[in-house]
């Protein structure tokens, strides 16, 4: 009795040792036949009928032939001379022009030509279903030993053969075959003297997944499983021998793929090393899965089936593969005479890859791994050049009092802020088709987008009032503080460049709701009197990161974000801006206009109101509007 095998059964039936094949995927593919009987395999020995000469006779030779040694022998008639010599020649039986054919006659009967071979349609799929009417009363033996000795020396496999009614029926792949297949009707002589009909048509076979189907997969695959290297063979799967018979098992079809896949993570969480060589696959995007089911899986042999692009390797980039076999698809012969890319293009998809298409390749270079990547240092809320503390605490003050009064109800106080010829642009890196961000959009000036000079120009903002009464009509802000950054990268004694970074909170509108928003400005501050003043800015508008979403979320949790308004912290800031850059004359004019267009006074009183409070734009208004309700106001001050 054979030794018991100690190793694991997936469904009853152990695997078989191999010790043939020294390859990771070397399996034994004996199999038991589940009946009894005579097998029919391609070693067995074939009588051939065929002549033997060097050259076949033609169709209209074969026929000639056939009647002319059919045909009796001429007989001469002449007795007397008095018919001047003439023969008379016996046709035989049915004289005249024609010859008689009896029941036993050996000639062909009917049209020669009807007997001709039937052109087999050609089929997109390369699949055909071979029909034989009646086919019930011949085993299925039979059958194929017959078919196979007519088509000597091809061979073929039947798929999924199965009787039907009385009559049976099976699949073969390969237009060739099917044509010889074809060419067998009529020609096999069966025992009851009958001769047997052969039917050929295009179609797959069915593909259904059921509970018996995932037991003989189980048993197949454990057939194939290679124990000592942890390697499975599923090379030319759907030709096992153990499945063709009765199923149809096509690893190119994402169903099939997917229920193989799960039973080899049931039994084999942990395999190293997998072969799909020669199934026909076409597309891989469904093995993107392997990343997640086989974690430790190394070696993938996915040579001879049908990719054709080398970008559907990147279905597979999460696998950590260490060898890989690709030849014999479309996609290596476009590198036929580009070796050298053809390994490149793969080891970008794979970095730590030693072995491709049995070719040892040179290590990976250590920085083109992800693992081995240098880490970037950690972020620094500021950077200050030359550590120069003096510039530091001016940039941080002047910062500060700018976003207080950016962020209340009016920005006019900012007019001291800016220089007199100051320059001012905003771009936004947001598609067109968001409607959250239409208030920015049509004032974006992204020069890869903006080709138009007359509009390049449009765009920038030049001159004080200009920058301001822009920005005064953009949407109401509130800045997170402690999302900002702050970079001082040039200091001189005429001018200090200032990068920030941060978020900033868009307040709800009537067709927006609050936003979050991450913003870059970049300004350059000069002296100004006994401050400093903007001379030129540059605000850039995009999409907070997941990761600074989170951050700001779970500080709006921890505190309170105050609400917009006019505060004393705004006034003091609008005070600090206004004693940093005195006013011109010009600046006084715009803002007189500006508050007799408002209240209707006139100009000589307007003027007045502002020097009052100082040029403080909003002072002065709240100023009017108290001294009018207390008709303190002569009717001289609305003359014009």
Not at 158 to 173: A, I, N, R
Not at 544 to 553: L, S, W
Not at 574 to 594: F, R
Request: hydrophobic share 35%; proline share 6%; aromatic share 10%.
């Amino acid at each position: 009795m054979p030794k018991k095998s100690n190793k694991p059964n997936w469904a009853g039936r152990g695997r078989v040792n191999n010790h043939e094949e020294k390859s990771y995927f070397g399996h034994d593919d004996r199999m038991s036949h589940p009946n009894d009987g005579p097998k029919f395999t391609n070693n067995k020995p074939r009588v051939s009928f065929k002549r033997t000469g060097s050259k076949q006779p033609s169709y209209s030779d074969r026929t000639r032939n056939a009647i002319l040694k059919h045909l009796d022998d001429d007989v001469s008639m002449s007795h007397s001379s008095n018919n001047n010599s003439r023969q008379t020649v016996n046709r035989g039986r049915g004289g005249g022009k024609g010859f008689g054919r009896g029941r036993n006659s050996p000639l062909p009967h009917g049209n020669l030509r009807n007997n001709r071979p039937r052109q087999v349609t050609v089929s997109d799929s390369n699949w055909y279903k071979i029909f034989i009417p009646k086919g019930q009363k011949y085993t299925k033996e039979f059958v194929i030993c017959s078919l196979t000795s007519c088509i000597a020396p091809m061979t073929f496999i039947p798929y999924m053969y199965q009787v039907v009614g009385q009559d049976s029926m099976f699949y073969v792949e390969d237009y060739r075959v099917a044509t010889q297949l074809s060419d067998c009707n009529n020609r096999i002589t069966t025992s009851d003297g009958f001769k047997m009909r052969v039917q050929v048509r295009p179609g797959l076979p069915p593909l259904e997944v059921n509970e018996a189907l995932k037991e003989r997969l189980k048993q197949a695959m454990a057939k194939r499983y290679v124990q000592e290297s942890n390697a499975l063979d599923l090379s030319k799967f759907y030709q096992d021998p153990e499945l063709a018979s009765d199923y149809w098992c096509p690893l190119a079809r994402p169903l099939m793929l997917m229920t193989v896949l799960d039973i080899v993570q049931e039994h084999i969480p942990n395999l190293e090393a997998l072969n799909l060589d020669s199934n026909r696959i076409y597309n891989i995007e469904k093995l993107s899965v392997l990343a997640t089911k086989f974690e430790k899986l190394k070696i993938l042999y996915i040579g001879d089936n049908k990719i054709k692009e080398i970008h559907y390797l990147n279905a597979l980039k999460n696998l950590h593969l260490e060898e890989l076999r690709l030849d014999g698809n479309p996609v290596v012969n476009k590198y036929k005479n580009r070796r050298d890319d053809y390994i490149s293009d793969v080891r970008k998809t794979f970095p730590k890859l030693l072995k491709l298409d049995g070719m040892d390749l040179p290590p990976p270079i250590v920085f083109d791994l992800e693992d081995q990547k240098v880490k970037l240092p950690p972020i620094q809320r500021m950077f200050i050049v030359q550590s120069n503390a003096k510039a530091q605490d001016v940039a941080t003050q002047f910062l500060h009092q700018y976003f207080i009064v950016f962020d209340s109800e009016n920005r006019q106080p900012l007019l001291n802020a800016y220089h007199e010829h100051a320059c001012f642009s905003m771009t936004v890196n947001i598609q067109q088709s968001s409607n959250k961000y239409n208030p920015y959009l049509t004032e974006s000036r992204n020069l890869k987008r903006v080709s138009d000079g007359r509009l390049r120009r449009k765009l920038l903002k030049m001159g004080r009032l200009p920058v301001v009464s822009f920005i005064s009509e953009m949407p109401r802000t509130k800045h997170d503080l402690g999302s900002f950054t702050m970079d001082l990268s040039l200091v001189t004694d005429g001018m200090m460049l200032i990068t920030v970074t941060g978020l900033f909170q868009e307040f709800q509108t009537k067709e927006n709701k609050d936003q979050l928003r991450y913003f870059n400005r970049t300004f350059i501050i000069v002296p100004e009197g006994a401050g400093f003043c903007i001379s030129n800015e540059q605000l850039h508008i995009g999409n907070p990161t997941m990761v600074q979403e989170k951050q700001f979320n779970s500080a709006a949790s921890t505190a309170a974000q105050p609400t917009p308004g006019p505060s004393t912290a705004v006034a003091v800031a609008a005070t600090a801006l206004a004693s940093a850059v005195p006013l011109t004359e010009e600046v006084k004019n715009q803002m007189t206009m500006t508050l007799s267009q408002q209240t209707n006074m006139n100009f000589e009183w307007s003027f007045k109101c502002l020097e009052e409070v100082q040029w403080h734009f909003e002072n002065a208004r709240a100023a009017f509007q108290e001294a009018y309700s207390l008709g303190k106001i002569p009717a001289t001050a609305f003359t014009k």
